[in-house]
DNA sequence: CGAGATTCATGTGAAGTATACCTTTAGGCTTAA
DNA sequence: AAGCCTAAAGGTATACTTCACATGAATCTCGTA
């Protein structure tokens, strides 16, 4: 063993392919921004009246994941930011990403976050809604200026609360006096503003820009760009710049995932010690973002959910054997309640478990959809969507937290 | 045989409850003058 | 008298429960051919 970690420490100190590591990570903010110079130039013209103190107008972004519009935003906001203060004026750009579960998927968690950046403090519960709204309110109307709010992942948080939160937010402005806020809503659903209160629509939708996915070619000049800063020279393999464009070109044209592809695959052949990073490895590597991404989402949800999820695993298991019979909720319920004894945790009614078996279902892993039995009345009908080869990791996971 | 009525097993919405936590308020005690 | 601390009172968000009603196709009923 102490040989092997040995070897491991010390290609991780000596061999190492990587010149600087970051340039590779989601949180890097790269200097330029390529291929979305015209969705760039939108937000920037929309956004300038910001340097007259005028207020922008409310700006809704639209793309899949990967597609560049966090950092396009940001990028704005940054070079915006510093004209700002080179032109001596007063702005201030709030981003907040709302998809963090815990820190802002309710109206009273996102306002508390907002107030927390702005510098002023809530606690994290026991205050009234209305009192959060005019702390808030103080807040940004102590003095004469703009104020630009920018909800990433926004269809995240609505699809848990009403869109009521959003209509406060554009009404908000007429409850200022000093200060004027707009907002920028980025969402991976296209189809979001559509399900939403039309005045709303109306008024978010004031302008409304759209990401379209990276193209093969597009995501490979990212990539080179990128692994140039990152790796050593000739630390890339040929062709692994260009699998990984097309591995994410077919994934909706995602850039982070082909720059995690690229990290991971680097990652992974620095491991074993090679002098390049070498095309077989993007294969595992995407199979261990796949991999990584469930076992997270498993991993953090709470007792109950392992419970609820772990009857499914198990009940997909003997189902698998028996060929197909579909899982419902009834059944899982059942099995639920056994382990609830088994574990000693308290057991939920019916209806908190078809709750969470839908909040699961959001999660991705599984599938819920509700069918009508006839006779047999109704049901969800259930199936796992966790890939094979990771059942057992994720019932690893489920049995520990359980301590089954 | 076919149109309606029934029925079942949950889905689903609304309202209520327990818990944990927050602010406000009113004493009560201390302190400095 | 002013200042500070504490405990009680009054209030909220969140996660969950309770209650009550909604669903929708397989199955049953029954009139009709």
């Known amino acids: 063993m102490g040989v092997e970690l040995d070897s491991i420490f010390e290609s991780a100190v000596n061999n190492t392919l990587f010149k600087n590591k970051g340039v590779l990570q989601t949180k890097y903010m790269p200097e330029s921004v390529h291929h979305r110079e015209e969705q760039i130039k939108q937000i920037a013209g929309i956004l300038s009246s910001l340097l007259r103190s005028e ?3 409310n700006l809704f972004l639209y793309g899949k994941t990967g597609t560049g519009k966090t950092l396009s935003v940001q990028y704005v906001k940054t070079e915006l930011e510093k004209k700002a203060e080179e032109l001596g004026v007063d702005i201030r750009i709030e981003y907040l990403n709302c998809k963090m579960r815990k820190i802002a998927d309710t109206e009273y968690r996102i306002l508390a976050a907002l107030i927390h950046q702005l510098g002023g403090s809530v606690p994290a519960t026991g205050l009234p809604t209305d009192k959060v709204y005019s702390k808030f309110i103080e807040l940004i109307d102590a003095k004469k200026q703009v ?10 948080a609505i699809a848990k609360m009403s869109d009521g939160f959003l209509y406060n937010l554009t009404r ?9 806020i707009s907002l920028i809503g980025i969402s991976n659903d296209v189809t979001f503003l559509e399900n939403i209160d039309p005045r709303v629509r109306s008024s978010l939708g004031e302008e409304e820009i759209v990401f379209p996915p990276y193209n093969a070619l597009q995501l490979q000049d990212i990539l080179n760009q990128r692994s140039k800063m990152a790796f050593k020279e000739n630390a890339v393999n040929e062709g692994v710049i260009s699998k990984c464009a097309a591995f994410a070109a077919r994934e909706h044209g995602d850039a982070r995932r082909a720059l995690d592809l690229l990290r991971i695959a680097g990652e992974l052949s620095e491991r074993e010690g090679k002098k390049s990073v070498e095309l077989e490895y993007i294969d595992q590597a995407n199979r261990k973002i796949e991999k990584d991404k469930i076992l997270d989402v498993v991993e953090k949800g709470p007792k109950q959910f392992h419970l609820v999820l772990y009857s499914i695993s198990k009940l997909s298991r003997v189902s698998k054997e028996k060929k197909e019979l579909k899982i419902f909720t009834g059944d899982v319920y059942n099995l639920y309640q056994e382990f609830c004894r088994k574990t000693k945790t308290e057991i939920l009614t019916q209806r908190r478990v078809s709750d969470i078996i839908a909040e699961i279902d959001m999660l991705g892993l599984i599938n819920a959809q509700v069918i009508s039995k006839g006779r047999h ?8 969507s966790i890939p094979p080869n990771l059942i057992e990791k994720v ?9 089954l």
């Open 147 to 156: 104020v630009v709010l920018i909800f990433d992942e926004i269809d995240q």
């Open 395 to 403: 019932d690893a996971i489920l049995v520990e937290s359980l301590g």
């Open 377 to 384: 009345g109704r049901t969800k009908e259930i199936t796992l």
């Open 55 to 57: 207020r922008p107008s």
């Open 172 to 180: 908000l402005n007429s409850e200022l006096s000093k200060a004027q």
